[in-house]
């Protein structure tokens, strides 16, 4: 999945030399936490977030009190060592920078312009469409030799018991680099048959892991 598939194109922007003021007003109407800041060329030049806001005017309940704090502009807090992607960045790779940098939001830019945002809740909504988590059905977790074929094989039975497969996902098995677990999202409430038939064909099963039935 690319970028331009789930960013938003609608961002609202502020300019360096807009105050504080205006930021904290601006994300109280729009609800939002991030204020990408441009240029007159529309290009990215820094990034506010809320805690920016909070930090530079802590009293921001008590704002006629505090008329120099919130008139500053924006240039004096803003970030401006700005990690920015492409729309056609693919969604994974840039899910890995957000958890490498420990970032709440990435500009999108094109030609340097700016062209959309993606926020951490744009990639966890992303993660639960994909896995199919919002879908009614049930969730098989079976831990499976790391070789060629097993995909294919597992997939094969529960294809055989007519389950549709809303997503499949792959990752090593922490306690054995000779195994893998297989994570399957069907479209079936009682996947009971499937498992037996898993289990029957010599397959670990650890989800679901019915008490009284071995795996």
Request: aromatic content about 2%; hydrophobic content about 35%.
């Given at each position: 999945?690319?970028?331009?598939?789930?960013?938003?194109?609608?961002?609202?922007?502020?300019?360096?030399?807009?105050?504080?003021?205006?930021?904290?007003?601006?994300?109280?109407?729009?609800?939002?936490?991030?204020?990408?800041?441009?240029?007159?060329?529309?290009?990215?030049?820094?990034?506010?977030?809320?805690?920016?806001?909070?930090?530079?005017?802590?009293?921001?309940?008590?704002?006629?009190?505090?008329?120099?704090?919130?008139?500053?502009?924006?240039?004096?807090?803003?970030?401006?060592?700005?990690?920015?992607?492409?729309p056609l960045d693919f969604v994974e790779e840039i899910a890995s920078v957000f958890y490498e940098h420990h970032i709440g939001c990435?500009?999108?830019?094109?030609?340097?312009?700016?062209?959309?945002?993606?926020?951490?809740?744009?990639?966890?909504?992303?993660?639960?469409?994909?896995?199919?988590?919002?879908?009614?059905?049930?969730?098989?977790?079976?831990?499976?030799?790391?070789?060629?074929?097993?995909?294919?094989?597992?997939?094969?039975?529960?294809?055989?018991?007519?389950?549709?497969?809303?997503?499949?996902?792959?990752?090593?098995?922490?306690?054995?680099?000779?195994?893998?677990?297989?994570?399957?999202?069907?479209?079936?409430?009682?996947?009971?048959?499937?498992?037996?038939?898993?289990?029957?064909?010599?397959?670990?099963?650890l989800w679901p892991n019915m008490p009284g039935i071995s795996s």
């Open positions: 999945m690319l970028v331009e598939q789930i960013m938003k194109k609608d961002v609202t922007t502020l300019g360096p030399e807009d105050t504080i003021r205006t930021a904290i007003r601006i994300m109280r109407e729009k609800k939002i936490r991030h204020l990408p800041i441009v240029n007159e060329q529309k290009e990215v030049i820094g990034l506010v977030t809320d805690r920016d806001v909070k930090e530079a005017a802590p009293s921001i309940f008590q704002e006629n009190r505090h008329e120099e704090e919130i008139n500053k502009p924006l240039r004096l807090i803003m970030k401006s060592a700005i990690i920015t992607g492409h990435m500009p999108i830019t094109k030609e340097k312009k700016l062209v959309g945002i993606v926020t951490e809740t744009d990639l966890l909504y992303t993660l639960v469409e994909l896995t199919g988590a919002n879908q009614p059905g049930s969730h098989i977790e079976v831990k499976v030799p790391n070789k060629t074929g097993m995909l294919y094989e597992v997939s094969g039975i529960i294809r055989k018991h007519n389950a549709n497969v809303h997503s499949v996902l792959v990752y090593p098995d922490k306690d054995s680099e000779q195994h893998k677990i297989l994570v399957f999202r069907v479209k079936t409430m009682n996947p009971m048959k499937v498992i037996e038939e898993l289990k029957k064909q010599g397959h670990t099963v």
